[in-house]
């Protein structure tokens, strides 16, 4: 069980710390062009090279949302939820931490005033889009994250693409999604970079649990069901 735990808390570092990393790094320099085509390719590469490193050890989770829409699903054990959601929040933000220590050693950089890659919504979104927006982005986004990985990683899927496709689909995601929530899709994202960003960040981060989680548990039944008895039946 501890490489288990061991693995989703690298993942979810990597994750949190490549993705949110480019954003507050990267993205700060307009003429290199990474822009949020870069920040939504970082997001992806991040899951597609932990899935192949250590996705044979844990699952390759990487995010709570998913470890619950997986047992919801019928694919992960009740038992294992607990561990794997703390695993998956110390590995994001211990990465948030380091990140902002790096950021720290820049002169005149806020955490506060920049954002920090924190996920919002209202006036915080990067598009000004409402709560309702986001609620409706956020649900529907996971749920399709969740078609994605149960479809890439059921029995009759081609072997060895899954990571490939998982990837794919959470660039997808945030090509979607950046204008309005800055994207979260995963609450240990959202949790890890909102602790420091403080203020606004943890007013809102309530909406990038309760909707997530909510999405996975009831997505996550629904398609596992129309796979088994739509899709693989035919």
């Known amino acids: ?13 990597w994750l949190v710390f490549g993705g949110c990393g480019s954003a507050v790094l990267a993205a700060a320099f307009p ?17 597609l090279t932990m899935a192949y490193a250590v996705g ?16 919801a699903g019928g694919r992960f054990p009740a038992k294992e939820i607990i561990g794997y959601i703390i695993a998956q929040l110390a590995g994001g933000i211990i990465a948030a931490g380091v990140l902002y220590l790096i950021t720290s050693g820049k002169a005149g950089f806020d955490a506060v005033a920049s954002g920090f890659a924190s996920n919002g919504y209202g006036e915080h979104s990067p598009g000004q889009y409402s709560m309702t927006s986001a609620i409706i982005i956020e649900v529907v986004l996971t749920c399709g994250f969740l078609l994605v990985i149960l479809g890439a990683t059921d029995k ?9 496709a998982i990837g794919l689909a959470l660039t997808l995601i945030h090509l979607i999604s950046i204008p309005v929530t800055n994207t979260s899709v995963n ?12 203020g606004w960040a943890l007013n809102q981060l309530w909406l990038f649990w309760v909707m997530q989680l909510l999405a996975a548990s009831l997505g996550g039944f629904c398609i596992a069901l129309c796979w088994k008895n739509v899709i693989n039946s035919n």
């Open 156 to 164: 009759y899927a081609p072997a060895g693409f899954a990571p490939i």
């Open 1 to 13: 069980m501890f490489r288990k735990l061991a693995a989703e808390c690298f993942g979810t570092f």
């Open 31 to 47: 003429e290199l062009g990474i822009g949020f085509v870069g920040v939504a390719l970082a997001f992806g590469l991040t899951v």
């Open 56 to 71: 044979h050890i844990s699952g390759g989770h990487f995010n709570p949302a998913v470890t619950l829409g997986l047992w």
């Open 187 to 198: 609450p240990a994202r959202s949790t890890a970079v909102a602790l420091f960003q403080g």
